[in-house]
């Protein structure tokens, strides 16, 4: 019964976020800004819901208790059970995301019974000068970064970096940082929705009310000691498969195609989740079946599922895997 699996978008209404997503809706949003689209979520009370097919109605918590390994793979199931273990959302920052950091494993387990947070970005689209915050300029202690907060000039100590189409970066527990005004990006990341902000711009919403800052939780899981680039390096070749990350959470490999291809994943245990990170639409077959995927859509390959058919006249996808 299992074939390639759309789902509905959950559509997150954000201070920061733009117009981009409402197309992804029948509904009418009005003036909401949406920054946010979880694409594939097992998140709870974010359930996502199968959009196409015999199974639409569907919610990837039904579809695993039903079909486990054959939707997961063998490996996968046993690690994780009934929990999907990654997120996978796009991203519009109209304005700049608040400055935070997510705690590890360890710390989520103990203080929220989570998964900790571990996550990358693709680059899809920025805007002339368009930054990201990665971590502070400057080394600081618990002690100087308190005094920073206390002094409200945290922006003169955040190390911004210029951002493309194309880029990529990992971000690790505990790492500070930021989404910053015009850009667009793909985020792969473990099934978590903790986030401590630290900083929000001194912005209001339209009653006037700051959002929650959380700093005493994130001065214990700032990680001051997670120097790196942060920046993931890789050379693109058409219609072959380049390593992104490779991690016990998630693995990523990145494809700009221009021809018709066949992927073999009998060899892979684990499900394939394909992003559409380029311009134009590419087409799956499985089973002599056509599956569509748009421009910043997303489409789940069940593990049981060994090869599929690819055509694109050109376009650029993550394929993601555990």
Not at 81 to 96: G, H, R, S, V, Y
Not at 116 to 121: I, V, Y
Not at 155 to 169: C, H, Q, T, Y
Not at 283 to 301: C, G, K, V
Request: glycine content about 6%; aromatic content about 10%.
């Amino acid at each position: 019964m299992l074939y390639p699996l759309k789902f509905t978008p959950i559509l997150k209404e954000k201070i920061w976020g733009g117009y981009r997503f409402h197309s992804k809706t029948n509904q009418n949003l009005g003036n909401k800004k949406i920054g946010e689209s979880w694409e594939i979520s097992g998140v709870k009370n974010e359930i996502s819901i199968v959009e196409n097919g015999d199974l639409k109605g569907k919610t990837l918590e039904e579809l695993i208790t039903e079909f486990k390994d054959q939707l997961l793979g063998k490996s996968v199931y046993q690690r994780f059970n009934a929990q999907f273990p990654i997120l996978i959302k796009f991203i519009e920052a109209k304005d700049n995301l608040s400055v935070q950091l997510h705690p590890d494993d360890q710390l989520a387990k103990k203080r929220h019974n989570s998964f900790g947070k571990t996550e990358m970005w693709y680059i899809i689209e920025s805007e002339n000068n368009a930054k990201l915050i990665l971590d502070f300029k400057d080394n600081l202690s618990i002690k100087k970064l308190k005094d920073v907060l206390r002094s409200g000039k945290i922006e003169n100590s955040l190390n911004s970096i210029n951002v493309k189409e194309g880029d990529a970066f990992f971000i690790k527990p505990g790492l500070v940082h930021a989404i910053g005004a015009g850009v667009l990006l793909a985020e792969i990341q473990q099934t978590s929705d903790i986030t401590y902000r630290i900083y929000d711009w001194n912005r209001v919403d339209e009653e006037g009310n700051s959002r929650e800052l959380h700093t005493d939780l994130a001065l214990e899981a700032i990680n001051f000691d997670n120097k790196s680039d942060f920046r993931i390096r890789y050379d693109s070749e058409f219609n072959t498969k380049v390593s992104l990350v490779d991690t016990p959470y998630f693995k990523t490999k990145f494809l700009e195609i221009n021809k018709d291809l066949s992927f073999d994943y009998s060899k892979v245990d684990s499900f394939i989740i394909l992003m559409n990170v380029g311009q134009n639409s590419v087409t799956i077959s499985h089973q002599n079946i056509d599956y569509s995927i748009l421009s910043q859509e997303t489409i789940l390959i069940p593990a049981c599922i060994d090869t599929l058919g690819i055509k694109s006249g050109g376009t650029k996808l993550l394929e993601i895997s555990i």
